[in-house]
């Protein structure tokens, strides 16, 4: 699976939006973006995915440049209850061997009152 | 469905006793993960299964490690002669086959004293 990158912390005002940037610059054209997020002392739980084109759902919406390099996670308004390590994971869906998810150390968005 | 459900949430034991968590994922789903996080890490992947077959094991998983799902329903991870090091949350994640998400459970704190 293709190595991402992200920044280890981003803080973020409370009703504003977070963009949450991950860089996946040797990703491969079956290789799809995923964002799980991680609230303290709990499991991660997804967020979204996509291939090529922008994804939105009741959570986030996710851009994913034109040519598949980078990506950024959307929370329109976020909330207190947003504050979480964000995981963005380049991940091959074929049904063959690899299946596995493999998370990096994520991105901590602190959301502040 | 509840989702995945992990027991116990917490297990507190002394070096070289032997522990044992279990893992009932969501009742469809046929894949089930385990993995391993320790403080400031992301999820490291363990082992999965494709129903009752355990198709891949990680070189973190020792002899003393083992994990099992007879049925092809819930999964158990016993950990023999544990360690210091063996400290850590233990997750477990089942998903369908397709371009879906995993869920997690909450995960087991393990402390090794």
């Known amino acids: 699976d293709a190595k991402t990158t992200q920044p280890p912390s981003m803080d973020c005002a409370e009703g504003r939006a977070a963009n949450l940037p991950c860089n996946h610059s040797?990703?491969?054209?079956?290789?799809?973006v995923y964002w799980y997020r991680q609230i303290h002392s709990q499991g991660p739980q997804y967020i979204i995915h996509?291939?090529?084109n922008n994804e939105t759902n009741e959570m986030a919406s996710l851009i994913i440049t034109e040519d598949r390099k980078s990506s950024t996670l959307i929370l329109p308004h976020a909330t207190l209850r947003d504050t979480a390590v964000y995981y963005c994971?380049?991940?091959?869906?074929?049904?063959?061997?690899?299946?596995?998810?493999?998370f990096g150390k994520g991105t901590l968005l602190t959301v502040n009152p | 469905d509840t989702g995945v459900s992990q027991d116990p949430r917490h297990k507190i034991t002394k070096r070289g006793q032997n522990v044992t968590f279990r893992c009932d994922p969501i009742?469809?789903?046929?894949?089930l993960y385990w993995y391993r996080q320790t403080l400031g890490q992301g999820p490291e992947f363990l082992t999965y299964?494709?129903?009752?077959?355990?198709?891949?094991k990680s070189r973190l998983l020792s002899d003393r490690f083992s994990a099992e799902r007879p049925k092809g329903s819930f999964s158990t991870l016993e950990i023999q002669r544990t360690e210091q090091g063996d400290s850590a949350m233990y997750l477990c994640?089942?998903?369908?086959?397709?371009?879906?998400?995993?869920?997690f459970g909450s995960g087991t704190r393990l402390t090794v004293v």
């Open positions: 009742s469809e789903h046929n894949r």
């Open positions: 299964f494709q129903n009752e077959a355990q198709l891949e």
């Open positions: 996509g291939l090529k």
């Open positions: 040797t990703i491969s054209g079956n290789e799809y």
């Open positions: 994640a089942s998903s369908s086959q397709g371009p879906y998400g995993y869920t």
């Open positions: 994971i380049a991940y091959i869906n074929s049904g063959g061997s690899n299946y596995k998810l493999t």
